[in-house]
């Protein structure tokens, strides 16, 4: 299987061999995605994202999993856009906890340019702070794309969500190809592309594959790729969906290691739901990549404690930021965590 040659990195995949990949006995993708992912990557060392909301609710999209669209009642306060120096002080915590990626997340279909000053602000003064950046604001016209690139932005999230002939069933307000063309702008603007989906809204294995096939062939593989398990919001369409089938999640975020060797695949939503052992295959698989908040835009997510008491666990460390300025805050409040969260692990129930 041509997938476990050294540096590997294709943008041709087709359906059949993705499906194949897919119906591998489960130790056998789980032994491959884990070969890959060594080539790459220490398998021991974890990425820490933390997302804060910047804009939350009403917006006008229909995504049918989306707590935040106004044409669902999901009891969201809504709220405009927040200051500068929450932003600041959100993203000061977040380093302080051991974050070396801050995601800023916005329910906007595409940004206004009335708020492109403050949010270019937001860009810089996180930046100062020694962390990585991210924002996922919608869609980016080529000029918004610049704006954010030269305001030093990092890493911008935008997700496909789900195959090209599922999405229909999801999403009506914006097409495939919007998404497609917010990714070329943003790749073409210098920044790193975040781009993934959605699994467990309904869609088959042929979906998955789609998705990850999608993001395997475009031009170059997004830099880091978050699999969102669906939460499922009361009030949305989605509320009801049927769980999928749990080793199924993890088949998939094994696939996307192999498909996209050098990415950072992020566990993303859905942690919550997850017990540890799920989180730990997970990590088996090739996630190298978390949401490290309490939550993430309007959902929770598991709490600092849970995560470095599981980290503790399975000897995991967090990767620091390799643009970092001065880690020892960091590292010292990281280390008290973990003594914590050592203390406390065998508390969390299994
Ligand atoms: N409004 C912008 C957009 O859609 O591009 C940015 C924010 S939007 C909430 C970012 C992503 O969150 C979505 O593309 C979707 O993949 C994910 N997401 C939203 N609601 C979710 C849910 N209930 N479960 C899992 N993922 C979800
Ligand atoms: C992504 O792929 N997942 C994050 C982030 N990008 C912005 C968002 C998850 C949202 C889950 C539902 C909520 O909390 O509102
Ligand atoms: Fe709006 Fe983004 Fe939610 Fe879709 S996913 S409804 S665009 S906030």
Same mark, same amino acid.
């Given at each position: &299987?041509?997938?476990?040659?050294?540096?590997?990195?294709?943008?041709?995949?087709?359906?059949?061999?993705?499906?194949?990949?897919?119906?591998?006995?489960?130790?056998?993708?789980?032994?491959? !995605?884990?070969?890959?992912?060594?080539?790459?990557?220490?398998?021991?060392?974890?990425?820490?994202?933390? *997302?804060?909301?910047?804009?939350?609710?009403?917006?006008?999209?229909?995504?049918?999993?989306?707590?935040?669209?106004?044409?669902?009642?999901?009891?969201?306060?809504?709220?405009?856009?927040?200051?500068?120096?929450?932003?600041?002080?959100?993203?000061?915590?977040?380093?302080?906890?051991?974050?070396?990626?801050?995601?800023?997340?916005? !329910?906007?279909?595409?940004?206004?340019?009335?708020? +492109?000053?403050?949010?270019?602000?937001?860009?810089?003064?996180?930046?100062?702070?020694?962390?990585?950046?991210?924002?996922? *604001?919608? +869609?980016?016209?080529?000029?918004?794309?610049?704006?954010?690139?030269?305001?030093?932005?990092?890493?911008?999230?935008?997700?496909?969500? /789900?195959?090209?002939? %599922?999405?229909?069933?999801?999403?009506? /307000?914006? /097409?495939?190809?919007?998404?497609?063309?917010?990714?070329?702008?943003?790749?073409?603007?210098?920044?790193?592309?975040?781009?993934?989906?959605?699994?467990?809204?309904?869609?088959?294995?042929?979906?998955?594959?789609?998705?990850?096939?999608?993001?395997?062939?475009?031009?170059?593989?997004?830099?880091?790729?978050?699999?969102?398990?669906?939460?499922?919001?009361?009030?949305?369409?989605?509320?009801?969906?049927?769980?999928?089938?749990?080793?199924? %999640?993890?088949?998939?975020?094994?696939?996307?290691?192999?498909? +996209?060797?050098?990415?950072?695949?992020?566990?993303?939503?859905?942690?919550?739901?997850?017990?540890?052992?799920?989180?730990? *295959?997970?990590?088996?698989?090739?996630?190298?990549?978390? %949401?490290?908040?309490?939550?993430?835009?309007?959902?929770?997510?598991?709490?600092?404690?849970?995560? &470095?008491?599981?980290?503790?666990?399975?000897?995991?460390?967090?990767?620091?930021?390799?643009?970092?300025?001065?880690?020892?805050?960091?590292?010292?409040?990281?280390?008290?965590?973990?003594?914590?969260?050592?203390?406390?692990?065998? %508390?969390?129930?299994?």
């Amino acid at each position: &299987m041509s997938a476990t040659t050294p540096d590997d990195i294709r943008n041709n995949w087709q359906r059949d061999e993705v499906l194949a990949l897919f119906n591998q006995p489960f130790n056998d993708l789980l032994f491959t !995605a884990q070969t890959v992912h060594r080539r790459h990557f220490d398998a021991n060392k974890v990425q820490l994202s933390t *997302l804060m909301s910047i804009k939350t609710g009403a917006c006008p999209e229909d995504c049918k999993y989306c707590p935040q669209s106004a044409r669902y009642d999901t009891g969201l306060e809504k709220e405009k856009l927040v200051d500068v120096e929450r932003v600041i002080a959100e993203a000061r915590a977040a380093k302080a906890s051991g974050a070396s990626r801050f995601c800023m997340g916005a !329910a906007w279909r595409s940004p206004h340019q009335r708020d +492109m000053p403050a949010v270019a602000a937001m860009v810089r003064e996180v930046k100062a702070l020694g962390l990585e950046t991210c924002m996922t *604001l919608g +869609m980016l016209d080529d000029q918004q794309a610049q704006q954010l690139a030269e305001a030093g932005l990092d890493y911008y999230n935008h997700n496909l969500d /789900t195959s090209p002939e %599922f999405y229909g069933e999801i999403i009506t /307000t914006r /097409t495939y190809q919007d998404r497609l063309e917010t990714l070329d702008n943003v790749r073409k603007a210098g920044m790193k592309v975040c781009a993934g989906g959605i699994i467990g809204m309904g869609e088959g294995q042929r979906d998955r594959a789609g998705l990850l096939m999608a993001l395997a062939n475009l031009p170059e593989h997004p830099d880091s790729v978050p699999i969102n398990m669906l939460v499922k919001v009361a009030g949305t369409p989605l509320q009801d969906e049927a769980e999928l089938d749990p080793f199924e %999640f993890i088949r998939t975020i094994a696939v996307a290691r192999i498909m +996209m060797p050098k990415a950072h695949v992020r566990l993303s939503a859905g942690r919550e739901e997850m017990n540890d052992q799920m989180q730990a *295959l997970a990590f088996l698989a090739g996630a190298n990549s978390i %949401f490290y908040c309490e939550k993430l835009l309007t959902t929770a997510n598991p709490n600092a404690n849970r995560d &470095m008491a599981l980290f503790a666990r399975l000897g995991i460390e967090r990767e620091s930021v390799a643009t970092a300025h001065d880690n020892s805050d960091q590292q010292r409040a990281l280390e008290r965590q973990i003594a914590a969260a050592d203390s406390s692990a065998a %508390f969390y129930p299994a």
